[in-house]
């Protein structure tokens, strides 16, 4: 009897000391094992949060009437200016995958985001700053400038795009870091990750909200210097509270290329393409926890091709530390995480394509209609995108703290909705914001500037309600499905479906341009009045209508990260993005 009380004791003690510390491999800011009570957790994202609401002000202030500037200031026509406008976006957006990879393999996350942002500070918002500024470099010297000088718009759009190579390392990098900072092992640190991803987006959403109205306005009625100046200095006050938050956060060290693994995986299996897989799987080599520096997977059978790679030959014993000749289970899984994650990427990009009618020709609409709130005042066209933010903050708080919990109860489901369900959910509404846009559309051409702007709201609504669950369900699921290892690879991944989405908007103006001036009248003219919009939102919304219905059937057959974990750790339950296996 004292034995098994004095056992009980020596286990109370145990889990005491396992719940004291934070065991998932991450380090606190000396190099040490964290100690839970004063690192990570919100403590921690607080700062990760304010760093990203600077960094998004900068972004949305400058994106959201990006296209004002270059027809008005620069003098593109509509095309042009759209095209410019999506390719900066599409080249921000996917400069992250270089810095993903680099933050994974070589520099870890935090070294990453402060030199990227100091990059972004000093090479973008500095040099865009000058340009507005130094008489050499200004558009012109005179209020009405009817052709800009050369060197501004070369000076103009390096600034941008040293903005893109800043925001390269940060975004993938930041909202990783972020996440990092929440215990997967932990039951509760892991439901409040879950809502760290909505409330990243809410802080998302009021960056949208402040850079679309205060900044914007600035822009429109005093001037982009002005706007300039106030983004750079809110950057550099941020950039210095993200650095002071040092001691709190939880870090992850580079783990090294985290492609050669996949690469030795598909050497392995071809190699032995002869081999007949075992029906038992626990045949197959894999190496215990103490041994591996991260979280072990449980083999799923799906891809059963790559299963080989695990196959231990009696003709090759000597060559078990070959990692080309043998994988273990847990590098054959990530291995089909990323072939899974492919189709979902690809069916994801219809989303990006509708996000860039928001900075682009949605703007342009709004431009073309009555912006008078009264005799005083008048909205600058690029304002009325903040109505999506609005969607977004109204949308969130409701699924966090409602939605979620009830259907906890109602599913076992610790996120309450799947990742792919969510992400369906905002897939949908991407269908009603086109068939909206194109109805609006169709009655602005009939009535032009008696027309309301406020007409436009709905549709920026919607596109918030879509983001919601589409944008925020594309952050949890490539946070979730990639290999622990590639983390800040898997953010650059999510933001490559903006970014790719773009160059396909941009893309999709051409064609459509040139296919349909043959009949006589484009349907993207040279300004919004000639143009036929509707029917290109018509077009779109059957694009997303078809590819809803691809990832229906994709997401059905897709198979979920399954995770070992040790019973002290997890009990069992299932995550419905991750498979906990005890």
């Known amino acids: 009897m004292e034995q098994e009380k004095e056992k009980r004791k020596q286990i109370t003690r145990e889990e005491s000391e396992q719940e004291k510390w934070v065991h998932d491999g991450s380090v606190d800011f000396k190099g040490r094992v964290p100690l839970r009570a004063s690192t990570g957790v919100w403590k921690a994202s607080l700062f990760v949060l304010t760093i990203e609401f600077s960094e998004r002000v900068s972004y949305f202030g400058i994106a959201a009437n ?8 620069i003098h593109e026509d509509l095309k042009t200016a759209a095209k410019n406008v999506n390719y900066w976006t599409g080249t921000t957006t996917l400069m992250p995958l270089i810095g993903g990879f680099v933050a994974d393999a070589y520099t870890g996350r935090f070294p990453l985001v402060l030199f990227s942002s100091l990059v972004y500070l000093m090479q973008g918002l500095s040099l865009l700053t000058m340009s507005q500024y130094i008489p050499n470099l200004k558009a012109c010297n005179r209020k009405i400038c009817p052709k800009p000088k050369k060197l501004h718009e070369v000076v103009f759009f390096l600034a941008l795009y040293c903005i893109s190579l800043g925001t390269g390392g940060h975004k993938p990098c930041l909202e990783s870091f972020g996440a990092d900072q929440f ?13 760290f991803f909505n409330w990243w987006n809410v802080a998302l959403c009021f960056a949208l909200l402040f850079g679309a109205t205060v900044i914007v306005y600035v822009q429109d009625f005093v001037s982009w210097g002005a706007a300039s100046l106030i983004l750079t200095i809110l950057m ?81 014993v000597d060559q078990k530390e070959n990692p080309w000749r043998l994988s273990t289970v847990t590098r054959v899984e990530e291995t089909k995480l990323i072939i899974n994650i492919i189709p979902i990427w690809l069916t994801s990009l219809t989303t990006g394509i509708c996000v860039a009618q928001g900075s682009t020709l949605f703007v342009k609409q709004a431009a073309s209609m009555n912006l008078k709130l009264s005799d005083n005042f008048t909205i600058p066209p690029a304002s009325v995108s ?49 068939i909206v846009a194109a109805l609006i559309e169709a009655k ?14 709905p549709q920026y609504l919607i596109l918030g309600f879509g983001d919601a669950f589409s944008l925020v369900g594309l952050q949890e699921y490539f946070y979730d499905q990639v290999p622990d290892s590639m983390r800040s690879l898997g953010m650059a991944l999510y933001l490559s479906v903006i970014g790719v989405g773009s160059f396909l908007s941009s893309f999709l103006i051409t064609i459509v341009d040139h296919v349909t001036k043959k009949n006589g009248k484009s349907w993207i003219g040279k300004d919004i009045n000639s143009s036929r919009l509707d029917k290109f939102y018509w077009m779109l919304a059957v694009i997303n209508a078809l590819n809803l219905c691809v990832y229906i059937f994709l997401a059905k057959r897709y198979t979920y990260k399954s995770v070992h974990l040790t019973n002290n750790e997890i009990d069992g339950s299932k995550s419905g993005g991750e498979e906990m296996m005890p």
């Open 444 to 457: 602005r051409l009939k009535m032009q500037k008696s027309m309301s702007v406020f007409w436009l709201v």
């Open 386 to 434: 903040s109505a999506a933010a609005f969607g977004t903050i109204i949308c969130v708080p409701i699924y966090d703290k409602i939605i979620v919990p009830f259907m906890r109860k109602v599913t076992g489901n610790e996120r309450g909705i799947s990742i792919l369900r969510r992400i369906s959910i905002g897939l949908t509404f991407s269908i009603i914001l086109m």
């Open 66 to 73: 990006l296209i004002s500037y270059l027809t008005k200031v």
């Open 183 to 195: 215990d997967e092992d932990h039951v509760l640190e892991r439901k409040k990750k879950m809502s």
């Open 236 to 316: 550099a006050l941020s950039i210095i509270a993200f650095y002071v938050g040092n001691p709190f956060y939880r870090y992850r060290r580079a783990q090294g290329n985290p492609l050669k693994p996949i690469l030795q995986v598909l050497v392995a299996a071809i190699r032995k393409r002869n081999l007949s897989c075992p029906s038992n799987p626990d045949l197959l080599y894999e190496v215990t926890k103490d041994k591996f520096q991260g979280r072990l997977l449980c083999n799923t059978s799906r891809l059963r091709f790559l299963d080989k790679a695990s196959i231990i030959e009696d003709t090759h």
